[in-house]
């Protein structure tokens, strides 16, 4: 019997120390693969003015195992209705898995984001070159390859992290598009953003705020953090606007000067979903009487 129970320690003790040295082999290689295409978009991100995540690592780790999953699943649900063999366990099977996964996707959060202002371009070329430098001594000395593409990774991510500091505190003044937009920068590094219409003019408004205004922000200030939303002529797409930069940006205090103009039935109803969502994500509403225009915001510049 001792035997035995020995025998079978020795087996299990084996397959374990099997398994961890398969799974530390698979993780040192997905932080490998992680690192090099991290460091290699990250340029990219910050020149279109796209944001980091700091749970890519994580997200991508449970993405690749998840997926293979669902793919198999729905793959035998195809071939069952196929040869029409009874599949109600694999049709559950995905409801369940399907029900699981988006509630995992509703814990992200916009806060995981990080972004970073735009370098000149030769601060970013004489920043390659000490890079460049850096690698050679890293391949000449023949140190640990995720070690060394780490300590890059951080050091990246310091420099744009000073430059980005440096960058939000020296630009303090308003940036104006068509005399219908100010953005202003305070020194906290937060923004003041005054429409005096914009949004009105836009058709797809957004798109306006997701390909056009967030990456503008990322790219000049270096933060999505908006102090206050100021709709200086509310309407339709005005407070469409205000969702959809409550979805993608912090925002402290949105800013809605009383009005008199009569609203059409859709306007109505994404005025009201605006004063829903901001209450659901405790943001400020405020109404008043004399809100700050693009013209007392370039008297105090």
Wanted: glycine share 4%.
């Amino acid at each position: 019997m001792q035997l035995i129970l020995s025998a079978m320690r020795s087996i299990v003790y084996r397959r374990s120390a099997a398994f961890l040295i398969k799974l530390t082999l698979y993780l040192k290689r997905y932080l490998l693969v992680q690192l090099v295409a991290t460091l290699t978009s990250l340029p990219f991100l910050v020149a279109w003015g796209l944001p980091l995540s700091l749970m890519t690592i994580v997200g991508n780790i449970l993405f690749a195992p998840m997926l293979t999953i669902f793919l198999l699943l729905s793959s035998f649900l195809f071939f069952t209705e196929l040869f029409m063999i009874p599949n109600s366990l694999i049709v559950t099977s995905i409801n369940v898995f399907c029900s699981w996964w988006h509630s995992l996707m509703s814990l992200g959060s916009k806060k995981w984001l990080i972004g970073f202002a735009s370098p000149p371009f030769f601060v970013v070329g004489i920043y390659l070159v000490f890079l460049f430098l850096i690698l050679l001594f890293v391949i000449k000395q023949k140190l640990r390859t995720i070690s060394s593409l780490a300590s890059i990774f951080v050091m990246s991510c310091t420099f744009l992290y000073g430059y980005t500091h440096f960058h939000t505190v020296s630009l303090i003044k308003p940036i104006y598009n068509q005399n219908k937009l100010a953005i202003h920068q305070h020194r906290d590094a937060t923004l003041t953003i005054i429409d005096n219409g914009f949004f009105n003019t836009r058709q797809a408004v957004g798109n306006t705020i997701t390909f056009e205004l967030c990456p503008y922000l990322l790219k000049n200030f270096g933060t999505t953090k908006i102090k206050k939303l100021i709709l200086l002529k509310p309407g339709p797409r005005g407070f469409i606007a205000a969702l959809e930069l409550s979805k993608r940006c912090s925002i402290a205090q949105v800013i809605l000067p009383f009005f008199e103009k009569k609203l059409t039935r859709y306007g109505w109803y994404f005025f009201f979903e605006l004063k829903r969502t901001l209450e659901r994500e405790n943001i400020k509403f405020v109404r008043c009487k004399n809100a700050p225009t693009i013209g007392a915001l370039t008297s105090n510049r």
